[in-house]
């Protein structure tokens, strides 16, 4: 049910001559194939961008037809009111179908390898509505498939044409399940210590904008994405105008973080002391978030399964000078793919020379703080592997312990993180089940290296989802979400326990041997 995203990663737009993106082609063709194996009670229609791509799919399905046997090629000549049809763009109208697939087609060149800014009839006047037409047909689910994704669209390109503004909208809420977007607003910055920071990044080389709005709030300063220009790396907080501006310590040093947080934004803060003091050491650090960050966005969208429930369209009010556009999201539950735990790529800074028990307290404490936001809730063991192994270090004895716990201590103290017993997470965050079967720390799947508020979020959707659960069908569910896939016998104990403690406080009910939610 739902929207879905698939990206081709290796699909190459052939602009010169035929026009055609045929990797992605065949993906779509073969994604035809499995639709007739597997769902042949629903209808379906292939929706194409282009009359050349309508063409290389149906060439690409006709190889794949000839081998076909019979039980399988018959769904091509049933659903009698609703025929399976592969249509171009401008042809699709009131044809709705159980199932559309969209094959976009454009994407990076055969040549140059960028996105060229041309997207047939979404360019043209009325392309918003071509769209919502297309987005629109699918009456249980529609799957996208495309070659680039909305990070590849330069916003001021779409800026000026709604067909591709609606469209660059459109792939984002598919990627990501996330309607709001953030962009550039052009106006000046709020101080001379901004301006300072925004200089200095540029001169290492950064693309840096300037007052970013999202949702009513606007980022002093974001680092863009050079490779992806719809993209930001990073959304950089200064203790400008909009800190002073607030009206309490808690609006100022945690709300604004956790909503922007809760919109996918990776934030790092930088104090207006910290920087007239220290300027290449907070500089330093800085460009180790931004590389960090970009590795954390490949790692994560290479991994990414998208499953969206919830069918959308493109909506648009005119106003007298503007034009307000966005996408309507129908009333419906989002089934989101698995999730996969990502450990902390951390970057010793290239002005550090000492030893990480010499190191500044002030750039440990970045650095542990940069681990918790990616891992967290993670132990505290993990948090001092992790700078262990920036600095190359094979062991941490006492010392480099102590000092990674002490720069733990001050960012619980200024409430940057918060410990649950040996764990370390951060503020307001909900924990997420993640899967532990692809991570390189092995300690990472011992029990009492196992977040307890991890598993508890594990045991109560298991629950939910079955409407009931023995503790033996907890236990095995729990460990092979948590990524295990041979549940020993302290990890057994590890995950009763919890079951255990939240039986007592009444989120679980023991109802003859079986667990429930009480209602």
Same mark, same amino acid.
């Given at each position: 049910?739902g929207l879905?995203?698939?990206?081709v990663?290796?699909?190459?737009?052939?602009?010169?001559?035929?026009?055609?993106?045929?990797?992605?082609a065949k993906?779509?063709?073969?994604?035809?194939?499995?639709?007739?194996r597997?769902?042949a009670?629903?209808?379906?229609?292939v929706a194409?961008?282009s009359?050349?791509?309508?063409?290389?799919?149906?060439d690409?399905l006709?190889?794949?037809?000839?081998?076909?046997?019979?039980d399988?090629?018959?769904?091509?000549?049933?659903?009698?009111?609703?025929?399976?049809?592969?249509k171009?763009?401008e042809?699709?109208?009131?044809?709705e179908?159980?199932?559309?697939?969209?094959?976009?087609?454009y994407g990076p060149?055969?040549?140059?390898?960028?996105?060229?800014?041309?997207?047939?009839?979404l360019?043209?006047?009325?392309?918003e509505?071509?769209?919502?037409v297309?987005?629109?047909?699918a009456?249980?689910?529609c799957?996208?498939?495309?070659?680039?994704?909305?990070e590849?669209?330069?916003?001021d390109?779409a800026?000026?044409?709604k067909?591709?503004?609606?469209?660059?909208?459109?792939?984002?809420?598919?990627?990501?399940?996330?309607i709001?977007?953030?962009?550039?607003t052009?106006?000046?910055?709020?101080?001379?210590?901004?301006?300072?920071?925004?200089?200095?990044?540029q001169a290492?080389?950064?693309q840096?904008?300037?007052?970013v709005?999202?949702?009513?709030?606007?980022?002093d300063?974001?680092?863009?994405d050079?490779?992806?220009?719809?993209?930001?790396?990073l959304?950089i907080?200064?203790?400008?105008?909009?800190?002073?501006?607030?009206?309490?310590?808690?609006?100022?040093?945690?709300?604004?973080?956790s909503?922007l947080?809760?919109?996918g934004w990776m934030?790092?803060?930088?104090?207006s002391?910290?920087?007239?003091?220290?300027?290449?050491?907070?500089?330093?650090?800085?460009?180790?978030?931004?590389?960090?960050?970009?590795?954390?966005?490949?790692l994560?969208?290479?991994?990414?399964?998208?499953?969206r429930?919830?069918p %959308?369209? *493109?909506?648009? +009010?005119?106003?007298?000078?503007?034009?307000?556009? #966005?996408?309507?999201? =129908?009333? $419906?539950?989002?089934a989101?793919?698995?999730?996969?735990?990502v450990?902390?790529?951390?970057?010793?800074?290239?002005?550090?020379?000492?030893?990480i028990?010499e190191?500044?307290?002030?750039?440990?404490?970045?650095?542990?703080?940069?681990a918790?936001?990616?891992?967290?809730? %993670?132990? *505290?063991?993990? +948090?001092?592997?992790?700078l262990r192994?920036?600095? #190359?270090?094979?062991r =941490?004895? $006492?010392?480099?312990?102590?000092?990674?716990?002490g720069?733990?201590?001050?960012?619980?103290?200024?409430?940057r993180?918060?410990?649950?017993?040996?764990?370390?997470?951060?503020?307001?965050?909900?924990?997420?089940?993640?899967?532990?079967?692809?991570v390189?720390?092995?300690?990472l799947?011992?029990?009492e290296?196992l977040?307890?508020?991890?598993?508890?979020?594990?045991?109560?959707?298991i629950?939910?989802?079955?409407?009931g659960?023995t503790?033996?069908?907890?236990?095995q569910?729990?460990?092979r979400?948590?990524g295990i896939k041979?549940?020993?016998?302290?990890?057994?104990?590890?995950?009763?326990?919890?079951?255990?403690?939240?039986?007592?406080?009444g989120?679980?009910?023991?109802?003859a041997?079986?667990?429930t939610i009480?209602?």
């Amino acid at each position: 049910m739902g929207l879905r995203f698939h990206h081709v990663s290796d699909g190459l737009f052939d602009a010169g001559s035929t026009r055609t993106n045929p990797t992605e082609a065949k993906i779509v063709a073969e994604a035809i194939v499995q639709h007739a194996r597997e769902h042949a009670n629903l209808s379906l229609g292939v929706a194409a961008f282009s009359a050349a791509q309508r063409r290389a799919i149906l060439d690409q399905l006709e190889l794949l037809r000839r081998t076909l046997p019979p039980d399988v090629e018959a769904f091509f000549q049933s659903h009698y009111s609703e025929p399976f049809f592969v249509k171009n763009l401008e042809n699709i109208q009131g044809d709705e179908r159980d199932v559309i697939f969209i094959s976009v087609g454009y994407g990076p060149t055969t040549t140059g390898g960028r996105v060229p800014m041309r997207f047939g009839p979404l360019g043209s006047e009325g392309g918003e509505r071509r769209l919502n037409v297309l987005i629109s047909r699918a009456k249980q689910r529609c799957e996208v498939f495309a070659s680039m994704t909305d990070e590849d669209i330069d916003p001021d390109f779409a800026s000026s044409r709604k067909g591709v503004f609606a469209f660059r909208l459109f792939l984002h809420y598919a990627r990501t399940g996330r309607i709001t977007m953030a962009e550039s607003t052009g106006r000046d910055h709020d101080s001379v210590f901004e301006e300072q920071v925004a200089r200095a990044l540029q001169a290492r080389g950064y693309q840096v904008h300037a007052q970013v709005g999202l949702a009513g709030f606007f980022i002093d300063l974001a680092v863009a994405d050079l490779e992806r220009p719809g993209r930001y790396l990073l959304g950089i907080e200064c203790d400008g105008a909009a800190y002073h501006s607030a009206r309490s310590a808690r609006d100022r040093d945690r709300l604004r973080q956790s909503v922007l947080e809760s919109h996918g934004w990776m934030i790092h803060r930088i104090w207006s002391t910290d920087w007239f003091q220290r300027p290449a050491e907070q500089l330093d650090l800085v460009v180790a978030k931004i590389e960090a960050a970009k590795h954390e966005y490949d790692l994560s969208a290479s991994r990414r399964t998208a499953s969206r429930a919830v069918p %959308v369209e *493109v909506v648009s +009010v005119e106003h007298d000078d503007f034009t307000e556009m #966005g996408l309507e999201q =129908a009333k $419906g539950t989002v089934a989101q793919g698995p999730a996969y735990y990502v450990e902390a790529a951390l970057e010793r800074p290239a002005h550090c020379e000492t030893e990480i028990h010499e190191t500044p307290i002030g750039i440990l404490t970045a650095l542990v703080e940069q681990a918790v936001d990616v891992e967290g809730p %993670v132990h *505290v063991d993990e +948090v001092i592997s992790r700078l262990r192994d920036a600095w #190359g270090v094979k062991r =941490a004895g $006492g010392r480099i312990q102590e000092v990674v716990r002490g720069a733990a201590r001050i960012a619980i103290e200024q409430d940057r993180i918060v410990q649950t017993g040996e764990f370390l997470s951060m503020p307001d965050r909900v924990p997420v089940v993640r899967d532990r079967s692809q991570v390189n720390s092995q300690a990472l799947r011992r029990a009492e290296m196992l977040p307890p508020a991890e598993i508890s979020v594990a045991v109560l959707d298991i629950v939910r989802v079955n409407l009931g659960a023995t503790a033996d069908q907890i236990v095995q569910a729990v460990s092979r979400a948590l990524g295990i896939k041979v549940t020993s016998a302290v990890v057994r104990n590890a995950i009763l326990s919890i079951v255990e403690e939240l039986r007592l406080k009444g989120e679980l009910v023991d109802q003859a041997g079986v667990l429930t939610i009480p209602v």
